[in-house]
């Protein structure tokens, strides 16, 4: 009877010990759970290690957020680098949201730095006043659906050059997004210069698809370029609309701020 016990033991000992975020296997009927903070940046470090022996790029592999965290997540999934293959595994947000706080360490400042050919990201909020923001990815290869940017900023925040909700570049399909967020700018005080300069509701530079989504966000600015769905375009916008005001104090003609309820250019 001790032996039995004992062996119970070490199986639920070994059970927690080798737990991986909050639980789950990972696949598509039983995901990796994400109830906290500190489940969140073991899932970013674990990418950010890129050990193809462990998870690598999380190929095929499913994630679900459990509830909102609302504890700031501070590390997050880096841009390893242009030629890496970015996160290819799924994200399913559930609707909630998760208070966003890049450190200095994650540039470009977003919570996911690529998503990549294979991945997936849906149903995920970022709240939060991030000081470093660029976007929810940086670099998106794959499929971001039904996200929502709902982040607050308040200037001076870390002159990245461009602010945009959703996106920095896209080369893959961003579809049922909506930005809420507000965006405006002033002169940093550390390079004199307007910052943000150049802020879009979902996407800086789309290369590829974006598909009905909604910028509800106003951006109001000194000078700039600005777009309510893009700043620039080299692709396809299809059923897209801008809710969201649209002003700059610097009208000239010649020598003034760009902007435009959809693309800037």
Same mark, same amino acid.
């Given at each position: 009877?001790?032996?039995?016990?004992?062996?119970?033991?070490?199986?639920?000992i070994s059970?927690?010990?080798?737990?991986?975020?909050?639980?789950?296997?990972?696949?598509?009927?039983?995901?990796?759970?994400?109830?906290?903070?500190?489940?969140?940046?073991?899932?970013?470090?674990?990418?950010?290690?890129?050990?193809?022996?462990?998870?690598?790029?999380?190929?095929?592999?499913?994630?679900?957020?459990?509830?909102?965290?609302?504890?700031?997540?501070?590390?997050?999934?880096?841009?390893?680098?242009?030629?890496?293959?970015?996160?290819?595994?799924?994200?399913?947000?559930?609707?909630?949201?998760?208070?966003?706080?890049?450190?200095?360490?994650?540039?470009?400042?977003?919570?996911?730095?690529?998503?990549?050919?294979?991945?997936?990201?849906?149903?995920?909020?970022?709240?939060?006043?991030?000081?470093?923001?660029?976007?929810?990815?940086?670099?998106?290869?794959?499929?971001?659906?039904?996200?929502?940017?709902?982040?607050?900023?308040?200037?001076?925040?870390?002159?990245?050059?461009?602010?945009s909700g959703?996106?920095?570049?896209?080369?893959?399909?961003?579809?049922?997004?909506?930005?809420?967020?507000?965006?405006?700018?002033?002169?940093?005080?550390?390079?004199?210069?307007f910052n943000?300069?150049?802020?879009? &509701? =979902?996407?800086?530079? *789309?290369?590829?698809? #974006?598909?009905? $989504? !909604? /910028?509800? %966000? +106003?951006? @109001?600015?000194?000078?700039?370029?600005?777009? &309510? =769905?893009?700043?620039? *375009?080299?692709?396809? #916008?299809?059923? $897209? !609309? /801008?809710? %969201? +005001?649209? @002003?700059?104090?610097?009208?000239?003609?010649?020598?003034?701020?760009?902007?435009?309820?959809?693309?800037?250019?």
């Amino acid at each position: 009877m001790q032996k039995l016990l004992l062996s119970i033991s070490i199986v639920l000992i070994s059970g927690v010990a080798f737990a991986q975020f909050g639980g789950g296997t990972g696949t598509e009927e039983d995901p990796y759970r994400i109830y906290t903070k500190e489940h969140f940046e073991e899932f970013a470090n674990e990418y950010n290690s890129q050990n193809f022996e462990s998870y690598g790029d999380f190929s095929g592999i499913h994630l679900r957020l459990m509830n909102n965290i609302t504890d700031p997540v501070e590390t997050t999934l880096h841009y390893i680098e242009q030629d890496a293959t970015g996160f290819n595994g799924y994200f399913h947000g559930g609707g909630y949201s998760i208070n966003i706080a890049p450190d200095e360490n994650s540039m470009p400042p977003v919570l996911f730095g690529q998503i990549g050919e294979n991945g997936y990201l849906d149903s995920l909020e970022i709240v939060g006043t991030p000081y470093y923001f660029t976007a929810m990815v940086y670099h998106n290869s794959g499929i971001i659906y039904s996200c929502i940017c709902n982040v607050n900023i308040n200037l001076p925040i870390y002159p990245y050059g461009f602010i945009s909700g959703i996106c920095g570049l896209n080369y893959g399909l961003i579809e049922s997004c909506v930005n809420l967020s507000n965006f405006c700018n002033d002169i940093h005080p550390d390079t004199g210069w307007f910052n943000p300069y150049e802020i879009s &509701g =979902i996407c800086y530079w *789309n290369y590829d698809t #974006i598909r009905g $989504c !909604i /910028n509800k %966000g +106003n951006f @109001s600015v000194k000078e700039g370029v600005l777009g &309510g =769905i893009t700043t620039y *375009n080299e692709g396809i #916008i299809e059923l $897209c !609309i /801008n809710a %969201g +005001n649209i @002003s700059s104090d610097n009208t000239d003609p010649e020598n003034g701020s760009t902007f435009a309820g959809i693309t800037s250019f």
